[in-house]
């Protein structure tokens, strides 16, 4: 692969990776046993776990595994949200020599039933009783399954079911017997062994499971090390979910690199979190910062006065100074003062929501407006955006840290050790250790996905001269109006959320239609807010949205996006959802993607009304 002009990274580190995830961690709880971990919540207050209290637990509840039954590469299911008791399930089914099965908790038990049967599971660590029931209710279909550990729970009189501690209980025994069985399992891995089956989020159908290796996980985390973004200083804070292919990443990062990692996946307790924790980076998905860029602009815009045009006048210095950092210089005269002095009254706040320590946040798992990277960036909060599918591990490009590399709307630079080409169609195709070696049990899948060594990722992508790529859109959402112009969805989508501070959803349609229409739903607690400031207090969201006033107010932003958009993909017609879009109701995957074919077929009549007079 050819290397960018002005990029350096250490070859060594990639050349000397770890031959297995197992071995990856015993090396680091070796060279920093005393360092701080894992932190996590128990009540106010973050305790932590150091490297060798982690291995500690992680050993001992593979071990239980062991004691179990499992054996090398068998499969373990994990359906339990972001805490630590999943961080060291992963870590212990990695010692075992096993393989980690991800699940989401918001998984009907029908989508769990096909998970783990399709993954020839052995054991499901269940978070709760919930999560238990849902494996319960299928269990004559799980022959497999040796054992259900409950994490937070009893057991019950059911045989089948095990508490997490007696999990642990059961390991000690069993190192207290032998002394260096989870070792040896360590010792018997190879890169090429089964790490991890992780289903993709089905937004065209059922979920396939990615085959990931050993090698692809500690590629990952040697890429990253190897371009010097992160160190051992840093503090992660994580919240995404660890059934996500992002999420898993970024539990490997610190086994390569020694950093803290603060562990809570309560969404909303991410904010008041990092004013505690202040952590110095994190990872998200886009719906984080819209809602957050939603949140403060709109806050700052109601206080009025001078209050909203200090901030107005403060983020416009913002965007002038973070203009002239991205040619890599820094502001002079005039301007210099001006952002000292804006930074003192203002941007400096905004950062303190956030903790006051954060280097960079990474956005992931789909496209970040730009406009809303650019407010970031002019709060002093930069946002690199990267790239990565679920076959690919989730990292395979990303932009760096530092301002003059930082391209705003772009995915940045591929990873050191992995390949991108844009086929003749404009599809993104990429090669690399970190690629999967297929889907399980589904040749034919995988032949389409994986042609000629080159991944096939769905996504229409450029590359400018600096060889920084851009997404434009899904090869399967782009449409053709009756007119004959391509339209692409996802790019007007991202769009809306940048002009409209209280946009939770924008889904467009107009395939074969001779104009463009929309679905539109709002941010439930922007909205609520936006209500009772407008007559509208004690409403509930459905009379809040479908009010004329909201109506009114969501038409300014239609007529907003429309000045951005040629003649052919301009919104002529909308409509706005009485509720907003979710995971329970099947219109979004759990990582939160838009299942764009199911909500418009289950719109259809409304969407249909739109061209009837056509």
Same mark, same amino acid.
């Given at each position: @692969? ?15 990776r770890?031959?297995s ?10 060279k920093?046993? +005393? ?18 209290q ?12 062991i004691?179990?039954?499992?054996q ?21 089914? @990695?010692?075992?020599?096993?393989a ?10 029908e989508d ?9 599971s052995?054991?499901v ?10 494996v ?35 390991g ?8 260096g ?28 499971g990615v085959?990931l ?9 040697a ?9 051992e ?6 919240w995404?979910p660890?059934?996500?292919v992002?999420g ?9 690199m ?23 980076f994190?990872?998200?998905?886009p ?7 939603g ?6 815009? +109601? ?15 913002g965007?002038?100074?973070? #203009?002239?950092r ?5 502001p ?9 002095l804006? +930074?003192?009254l ?8 956030f ?5 960079f946040f ?11 990277g ?13 790239y ?10 990303v932009?760096r ?19 991108v080409?844009v ?12 690629? @999967? ?5 589904n ?14 990722t769905g996504?229409i992508?450029e ?10 859109d ?22 809306f959320?940048?002009?409209c ?18 679905l539109i ?12 400031k407008?007559?509208?207090a ?15 107010m ?14 052919h #993909?301009?919104i002529?017609?909308?409509h ?7 995971v329970?109701?099947g219109?979004?995957?759990?990582? @939160? ?22």
């Open positions: @692969m050819a290397r960018l002009a002005d990029e350096t990274y250490d070859e060594t580190i990639l050349q000397n770890a031959p995830v197992g071995h990856l961690f015993r090396d680091r709880v070796a920093s046993p +005393d360092r701080d971990a894992f932190l996590y919540p128990d009540g106010e207050q973050w305790p932590s776990l150091s490297w060798a982690t291995k500690d637990r992680a050993y001992a509840l593979a071990a239980g595994l004691e179990l039954g499992v090398p590469e068998e499969r373990v299911a994990l359906a339990s949200s972001t805490r630590l008791e999943w961080v060291l399930s992963d870590l212990a089914v @990695m010692c075992a020599g096993a980690t099965t991800t699940v989401y908790p918001t998984m009907l038990s769990v039933r096909f998970v783990v049967t399709d993954s020839d052995r054991v660590i269940a978070e709760d009783q919930e999560q238990v029931q849902k319960l209710e299928h269990r004559d279909q799980l022959g497999g399954v040796l054992k259900i550990v409950v994490i937070d729970g009893a057991s019950g009189d059911n045989q089948d079911v095990i508490t997490f501690a007696e999990l642990e209980d059961l000690r025994a069993r190192l207290q017997a032998e002394p069985i989870v070792d040896a399992r360590i010792d018997g891995l190879t890169p090429e062994h089964l790490a991890t089956i992780i289903y993709t989020s089905g937004t065209t159908g059922r979920p396939k085959r290796p050993h090698s692809a996980w500690t590629y990952e985390a890429a990253v090390d190897a371009v010097q973004i992160l160190s200083d840093d503090l992660q804070y994580l995404l660890l059934a996500h992002f898993k990443l970024l539990l490997m990062l610190p086994l390569q020694g950093f803290a990692t603060a562990v809570d996946g309560r969404v909303d307790k991410i904010v008041p979190n990092l004013a505690v924790v202040q952590p110095t994190m990872g998200a998905a719906r984080i910062f819209e809602k957050a860029y949140r403060i602009t709109t806050m700052m815009a +109601d206080g009025g006065g001078i209050k909203a045009k200090l901030f107005t006048w403060a983020s416009g210095v965007k002038r100074v973070s #203009e002239v991205a040619t890599g210089a820094e002079k005269g005039l301007l210099a003062a001006q952002y000292r804006a +930074d003192k203002v941007l400096s706040k905004i950062r303190d929501r903790g006051g320590r954060v280097r990474i956005s992931g798992s789909a496209a970040l407006n730009p406009e809303i650019r407010w970031f960036d002019a709060m002093g909060l930069m946002i690199i955006e990267g990565g599918l679920t076959e690919s591990s989730a990292a395979s490009l932009n840290p530092e301002h003059a590399k930082n391209r705003i709307g772009s995915i940045g630079w591929p990873l050191p050790g992995t390949e080409k086929a003749e169609d404009g599809e993104l195709l990429m090669r690399g250790p970190g690629i @999967m070696t297929g889907y399980h049990d040749e034919e899948a995988t032949g389409q996905a994986l042609q000629d060594g080159w991944l096939h996504d992508a590359i400018d001269e600096d060889g920084y790529v851009r997404i434009t899904r090869k399967k959402d782009l449409f053709k109006t009756s007119g004959g112009k391509y339209v692409a969805p996802s790019h007007i989508e991202s769009m959320k940048g002009v501070p209280y946009a939770s959803q924008l889904i467009v349609e107009g395939e074969h239609r001779n104009f463009v229409s929309a739903t709002l941010d439930p607690d922007s909205i609520t807010d936006w209500g009772a407008n007559g509208m004690g409403d509930s969201y459905a009379q809040i949205v479908t009010s004329d006033k909201a109506r009114e969501v038409q300014g932003y239609v007529d907003e996006l429309n000045t951005r958009l040629a003649r #993909e301009q002529k017609k909308f706005i959802l009485d509720h907003d879009l979710s329970e109701e219109d979004l995957t759990p990582s @939160m993607k838009l299942k764009r074919k199911k909500v418009t077929e289950k719109y259809r009549d409304k969407l249909d009304e739109f061209y009837a007079d056509a």
